[in-house]
């Protein structure tokens, strides 16, 4: 079964609002990732977060792994119709090169 | 630099059949990987491989085989296609565990 697990499945967001999906592990990763896919296209890498407590930031997409590296999140501020897609958050479970992914979170934005 | 290319992009196949899905990367990346996407169910491992000559099995590897004969390439066979195979199938490549996978645009397979 899933080993990482996210949450909401659903995001209905209006434009201009923030919002943040959550990541959440059964075990310690080394690392996460996340990807995101636009409605019928592929995943694309975003980010790879590494250390405890990590903060990164893409313009308005702000990541962070959690202290004991068990949970990630993704924090949108300011949502544009850009943003709709599927964000997927990814651990190497049980050890790397196989990538366990999420459900993922989809996005809507009602403008 | 084409990245990873999968072909067809498009399948159906009858119960039964067999086909080779086609996986190529020009990036030259040691590690490669198969997913399956269903709706709710995200990207599941279906088989990888860390180099030529070495593949392993994933999350859910059954009714599936593959080989890694060339660094370039990673085929997937579907011995005796079942309806529950339909799905969209994913392969990705990476240089390693402190990068991002590259995804190929996905093979939509349909089995009636």
């Known amino acids: 079964g899933q080993q990482v697990m996210q949450i909401p499945q659903y995001q209905h967001v209006q434009e201009g609002e923030d919002f943040t999906t959550y990541c959440n592990s059964s075990t310690t990763l080394s690392n996460i990732q996340w990807y995101k896919q636009r409605p019928g296209g592929h995943p694309v890498f975003l980010i790879q977060?590494?250390?405890?407590?990590e903060v990164k930031k893409q313009k308005r997409l702000t990541f962070q792994f959690g202290e004991a590296k068990k949970n990630s999140s993704l924090h949108i501020t300011a949502t544009q119709t850009t943003d709709v897609g599927t964000y997927f958050c990814?651990?190497?479970?049980?050890?790397?090169?196989?990538?366990?992914f999420g459900a993922g979170t989809t996005v809507t934005v009602r403008a | 630099n084409a990245g990873v290319t999968q072909t067809p992009k498009f399948q159906v196949l009858k119960t039964g059949q067999s086909m080779t899905l086609q996986c190529a990367q020009d990036m030259n990346h040691e590690y490669m990987s198969w997913y399956r996407q269903d709706p709710g169910m995200g990207l599941r491992l279906i088989h990888y491989s860390v180099g030529a000559g070495i593949t392993d099995q994933g999350e859910v590897p059954n009714g599936y085989n593959v080989s890694r004969s060339t660094t370039e390439d990673f085929p997937l066979r579907l011995l005796s296609a079942a309806p529950s195979q339909t799905s969209v199938y994913f392969c990705?490549?990476?240089?390693?565990?402190?990068?991002?996978?590259?995804f190929g645009s996905g093979t939509r397979l349909t089995v009636v």
């Open positions: 990705a490549s990476t240089n390693g565990p402190n990068y991002g996978y590259t």
């Open positions: 990814a651990g190497p479970i049980p050890i790397a090169y196989k990538l366990s």
């Open positions: 977060l590494v250390k405890s407590g």
